[in-house]
């Protein structure tokens, strides 16, 4: 069976106006809505724009400002670091002349010690504690607290320059991150919305944690200048220090060495004079010596021409005595002859004594040779030591201030 197909409804005539009253309402509807929406997105557009270009130029200007600020504060870095540099090359010369005042030092330092060992080698009574060895001792001690002194200074030196390169570190660390900052902020100043290499990066637009204030930014700096001009000018005033300290231990060791020299030469003066009074002497004594052995050859010559006279009256008196009987006369030749060997042996007795004393004299006196001859050979000695040896090496001493 056949399906029957059932017509479309019919509208009527007013239905079908209504519709298209319908229409054409809701298409001025969203023409006059488009419209609205056109006029909208142009004053947005514009509005935009203009917020877009006052803020660019805004951030330029701020550029520009961050960029003085910088240079500002490089200029203020960079004038303290060449300051803080030259101050470290001016101290370290100043600590270089603490070095070879120090060096300069061990050369008297030594000759002092030696003296004072060469004078141990005086032998006998010149070995005495007489002046020289005093300011010797006194120069020895003056030497070690002038080294003692320099090389506190040395120290004191050594950790200013510590000082001092810490501050550079830390100003050249600045300046560097400066420069670094700088170049950033140049390369941005230079940007426009038309140049190559721009891109997106999602998270940009933040404010690092990590970030400082601009107060903190400049309180950074400040401390580091600050701190550098401290040390600048602790090093400024520890070089016054050492240049006053070199200059005393110089004039205090000059002195001293001039005090020793004058005391030396006086004592070479000294012992010179006694030894030649001792030489005088001993010139005397030799000459005495002689005189007492031609004394004593004179006396045993005289004792010895004494014999032969003694003999003769010896040998008269025995031969008398053989006279016979009554003529063993006590007459006057008799008397005479007994008399006559009284006398010699009187004179031979008196001789002997006197060769005696004679020969002890001459005894003491060369004893008093050998004594005098001991004597000059300790001033020889001790001349030696102080002309020869201690003067010898005292005028190599150059004592300057370095």
Not at 180 to 191: C, K, P, W
Not at 194 to 202: Q, W
Not at 250 to 255: F, G, P, Q, R
Not at 384 to 397: A, L, V, Y
């Amino acid at each position: 069976m056949a399906k029957v197909v059932q017509p479309p409804p019919k509208f009527t005539h007013p239905e079908w106006n209504i519709s298209n009253q319908m229409k054409y309402g809701n298409a001025e509807a969203e023409r006059a809505a488009a419209e609205r929406l056109v006029e909208e997105s142009k004053r947005l557009v514009d509005e935009t724009d203009k917020t877009t270009d006052k803020t660019q130029r805004d951030v330029n200007k701020k550029l520009d400002q961050r960029l003085n600020e910088i240079k500002y504060w490089e200029k203020e870095v960079d004038d303290k670091l060449d300051a803080i540099k030259k101050e470290t090359d001016n101290l370290l010369a100043f600590r270089t002349r603490v070095e070879k005042a120090i060096e300069a030092c061990k050369e008297p330092l030594h000759i002092a010690q030696q003296c004072l060992a060469n004078r141990q080698n005086r032998r006998g009574i010149d070995l005495v504690h007489d002046d020289p060895e005093k300011e010797l001792i006194k120069e020895v001690e003056v030497i070690q607290g002038a080294l003692a002194l320099l090389m506190r200074t040395k120290e004191q030196a050594d950790e200013q320059l510590r000082l001092n390169r810490k501050a550079k570190y830390n100003l050249e660390k600045d300046l560097k991150d400066k420069f670094l900052a700088r170049s950033i902020d140049e390369t941005n100043a230079e940007l426009r919305t038309n140049s190559a290499g721009l891109r997106f990066k999602p998270g940009a637009a933040k404010i690092d944690a990590n970030s400082v204030t601009p107060d903190e930014w400049e309180d950074f700096s400040n401390v580091n200048i600050l701190e550098a001009e401290k040390q600048r000018q602790n090093s400024v005033n520890l070089r016054s220090a050492i240049d006053g300290i070199l200059q005393a231990t110089a004039n205090d060791m000059k002195k001293q060495n001039e005090t020793v020299d004058i005391s030396l030469e006086r004592r070479i003066a000294e012992t010179r004079d006694a030894k030649e009074k001792l030489e005088d002497h001993l010139s005397k004594v030799l000459k005495q010596i002689t005189e007492v052995e031609d004394n004593i050859d004179h006396l045993q010559k005289a004792i010895s021409d004494k014999e032969a006279p003694l003999k003769l009256a010896h040998t008269r008196l025995d031969n008398r005595s053989e006279r016979p009987n009554v003529e063993l006369c006590r007459d006057p030749v008799q008397y005479r002859l007994v008399e006559e060997v009284d006398l010699i042996e009187t004179s031979v007795s008196r001789l002997i004594e006197q060769l005696a004393e004679s020969q002890d004299a001459l005894k003491a006196l060369i004893r008093r040779q050998l004594d005098l001859e001991e004597d000059i050979a300790v001033k020889a000695n001790s001349l030696f030591i102080d002309e020869t040896e201690c003067m010898g090496m005292r005028k190599s001493i150059n004592i300057q201030a370095y």
